[in-house]
């Protein structure tokens, strides 16, 4: 029996994902919650399923239409299962209808995989959150209060599938996106079969937050500078001529209301050119202070996004089919690529309701990625420092991680790559 298909556009952020997905960028990336205990499969499916009952919205699949791709509700089951695939596989194929998200399990490790097109990492993170709760407050019935509630997200439905970027877009006009010039690109030898190297990191979240406040930084700042010296040892005098430039995603609900599950985030650059700025910590990290406080002025922020927001408001874009527009938008997302070196991503401080954490150990986030990509989040003391990769070196890493235990922090390292298996920092 036919039931009424409901169907809604792709949000801003989103409409890049669907035509510059590939085998070797799934455009895919993983939350995960590791507790101290082992994973109940069949308690994590009752969790699973009164999940969906909050997140209707991430049943929806990805259908291609005349002029745009476009989400179209369904009525499919998520299924947890063991973990059996390597990490960010992909999730969205053209040809084959299914849900852009999976919930599997691995020992103590919930993993959330989701295709970035259905939603962000703090959308993603709401999800992987609420699943957790209704996960330990079944396991843990005897002990856990069932009145125990998730304050910090109380969202009603049509606030999560709520499209933010139409919400706040102004339609003022303010000129064309500035072109970067061409950054440096890391090359090397890839993992085979597109496989994506992962390496950890875990430290105390108060010891890193002290050492980096001695020196009048964030935490953000810090590992931002860190991560472009990294980069900057593996660099020939010749490769100077081109700036070390990071990509840093803004939860744009930092500056504007909003209760999305979907995407909602922005972009930065900072950029570091060795030959004309300087080398040095020092330098560097001056450079990036500058760049932070610039590029995260509200009057900024809110440029960028009237600026990206506007390109799919103008008439011709409406009008080109998509069989003509989709090779645009990767030839021009393959053009950008250019003017980047790496990513950082910071999701910063997550929390529990007090009466769950002393199940959790902590989370973890990473990405698949073409290029080195750097995340970081933490949960009460434990601050997680993941390196995801295509390429089989570590020496960025290796160096980014010395450079921490240099300052006397104690480092966890664990990866899924030969090469550092068993190794420490």
Not at 142 to 168: G, N
Not at 283 to 311: D, G, H, M, T, Y
Not at 366 to 387: A, G, Q, T, Y
Request: net charge neutral; hydrophobic share 40%; proline share 5%.
């Amino acid at each position: 029996m036919e039931y009424n298909r409901e169907w809604s556009r792709l949000d801003n952020a989103a409409k890049i994902f669907p035509p510059t997905t590939t085998r070797g960028d799934t455009k895919v990336f993983r939350f995960a919650c590791e507790l101290y205990e082992t994973v109940d499969p069949a308690v994590l499916q009752n969790a699973l399923d009164h999940t969906m009952e909050k997140f209707p919205f991430y049943r929806s699949i990805l259908r291609r239409g005349v002029f745009w791709y476009y989400f179209e509700d369904s009525k499919f089951i998520p299924i947890v299962r063991e973990e059996n695939k390597p990490p960010c596989a992909p999730l969205y194929d053209a040809d084959h209808k299914s849900l852009l998200f999976e919930v599997t399990y691995y020992r103590k490790r919930i993993n959330l995989e989701i295709y970035h097109a259905l939603a962000d990492g703090t959308g993603a993170l709401q999800f992987l959150k609420t699943l957790v709760y209704y996960y330990l407050l079944e396991k843990h019935k005897d002990t856990i209060d069932s009145d125990v509630v998730m304050h910090d997200y109380d969202a009603s439905d049509e606030q999560k599938r709520r499209d933010a970027f139409d919400k706040y877009y102004s339609a003022q006009k303010l000129g064309q996106i500035q072109k970067r010039p061409r950054a440096y690109y890391v090359r090397g030898e890839r993992f085979p079969e597109y496989r994506l190297g992962v390496i950890e990191g875990c430290l105390s979240a108060k010891a890193l937050i002290e050492k980096v406040r001695e020196m009048g930084a964030t935490v953000s700042e810090y590992l931002t500078s860190v991560l472009i010296l990294s980069i900057h040892e593996g660099m020939t005098f010749r490769d100077e001529e081109k700036p070390v430039s990071v990509i840093i995603p803004v939860d744009l609900r930092r500056f504007f209301s909003s209760l999305s599950a979907r995407n909602f985030f922005g972009t930065f650059n900072v950029s570091h050119n060795f030959q004309e700025d300087g080398a040095g910590f020092e330098n560097v990290l001056a450079q990036v202070k500058r760049s932070f406080k610039e590029q995260l002025a509200p009057e900024k922020i809110s440029r960028r996004l009237n600026q990206f927001s506007a390109l799919e408001h103008r008439m011709f874009i409406k009008v080109v089919p998509l069989f003509i527009k989709a090779p645009v938008l990767k030839f021009s997302a393959w053009k950008v690529e250019k003017e980047d070196t790496a990513v950082f991503s910071n999701i910063g401080k997550i929390t529990m309701p007090p009466e769950l954490s002393p199940y959790i150990r902590l989370f973890d986030l990473f990405n698949s990625s073409k290029r080195p990509h750097l995340c970081v989040c933490s949960f009460e003391d434990n601050l997680v420092i993941s390196f995801s990769s295509p390429f089989i070196s570590s020496d960025i890493q290796r160096c980014f991680f010395r450079t921490l235990t240099g300052l006397g922090l104690e480092v966890e390292i664990v990866s899924n790559t030969t090469e550092l298996r068993g190794e420490g920092a």
